[in-house]
């Protein structure tokens, strides 16, 4: 079981966002055996700002813009269960974890984390929170993530976020390990997919490659 855990927070491993994703593995590692856990902290990568040129929607994820977005795209590929991470940064997540979600978004034109499961945490100083999980929550099911659910509060409730991000873990740990499925998400991904495969194919001469991901993975088109 691979588990990718990515941290939006630009403090790193000192921040309490992370602390509580610390907590959550240990959940998962708790209830499962032979857990695999990769870590990434944004704010250590060099990330370039999407500039809207459509080269990842022509060339299935290739963008020309020369910085570390791609390993961690490939991470989430290759994860069973990805964990978003954001300290609450004026009703949002932070500049660097919004800057990688812009750079994926043939993730969600063609759902390519289907099949995998996912959970969120937020902090906040005090202030409103649960907006971020409902933002990260929105991203994972829209690129065909199941979603678990999502701890979030302020630092002043640090100690119970604590306790609800081991039991998030755990259940994290078995949905992946039983397969679990969650009929509600699938039935919205069924009708994103229907609305993207209308988009796709009316611009199958430009985007050929998330057109020729959609023909072999979901199908639907006629070439």
């Given at each position: 079981?691979?588990?990718?855990?990515?941290?939006?927070?630009?403090?790193?491993?000192?921040?309490?966002?992370?602390?509580?994703?610390?907590?959550?593995?240990?959940?998962?590692?708790?209830?499962?055996?032979?857990?695999?856990v990769e870590y990434i902290h944004l704010g250590s990568?060099?990330?370039?700002?999407?500039?809207?040129?459509?080269?990842?929607?022509?060339?299935?994820?290739?963008?020309?813009?020369?910085?570390?977005?791609a390993p961690v795209l490939h991470s989430m590929q290759?994860?069973?269960?990805?964990?978003?991470?954001?300290?609450?940064?004026?009703?949002?997540?932070?500049?660097?974890?919004?800057?990688?979600?812009?750079?994926?978004?043939?993730?969600?034109?063609?759902?390519?984390?289907?099949?995998?499961?996912?959970?969120?945490?937020?902090?906040?100083?005090?202030?409103?929170?649960?907006?971020?999980?409902?933002?990260?929550?929105?991203?994972?099911?829209?690129?065909?993530?199941?979603?678990?659910?999502?701890?979030?509060?302020?630092?002043?409730?640090?100690?119970?976020?604590?306790?609800?991000?081991?039991?998030?873990?755990?259940?994290?740990?078995?949905?992946?390990?039983?397969?679990?499925?969650?009929?509600?998400?699938?039935?919205?991904?069924?009708?994103?997919?229907?609305?993207?495969?209308?988009?796709?194919?009316?611009?199958?001469?430009?985007?050929?490659?998330?057109?020729?991901?959609?023909?072999?993975?979901?199908?639907?088109?006629?070439?």
């Amino acid at each position: 079981m691979k588990i990718l855990c990515i941290s939006g927070s630009p403090r790193g491993e000192h921040s309490n966002t992370f602390r509580l994703v610390k907590e959550a593995v240990a959940g998962i590692t708790t209830a499962e055996r032979g857990v695999s856990v990769e870590y990434i902290h944004l704010g250590s990568l060099r990330m370039e700002f999407c500039t809207g040129c459509g080269t990842c929607h022509r060339k299935l994820l290739f963008c020309p813009l020369k910085d570390d977005v791609a390993p961690v795209l490939h991470s989430m590929q290759e994860a069973d269960a990805i964990v978003l991470a954001s300290p609450v940064y004026i009703n949002h997540v932070t500049a660097q974890l919004k800057a990688l979600l812009d750079r994926s978004s043939p993730f969600i034109h063609c759902q390519m984390l289907t099949g995998k499961y996912g959970a969120a945490f937020a902090t906040s100083g005090g202030g409103p929170h649960a907006m971020v999980l409902d933002y990260l929550k929105e991203y994972l099911v829209s690129c065909g993530v199941q979603y678990v659910g999502g701890v979030s509060g302020p630092m002043s409730r640090f100690d119970t976020l604590k306790e609800e991000a081991r039991i998030l873990g755990a259940d994290l740990a078995k949905a992946v390990k039983s397969h679990i499925a969650y009929p509600d998400q699938l039935s919205y991904m069924e009708k994103r997919r229907e609305f993207f495969k209308s988009v796709i194919s009316s611009r199958k001469d430009e985007w050929k490659g998330e057109y020729a991901y959609y023909n072999k993975k979901i199908a639907g088109f006629k070439t």
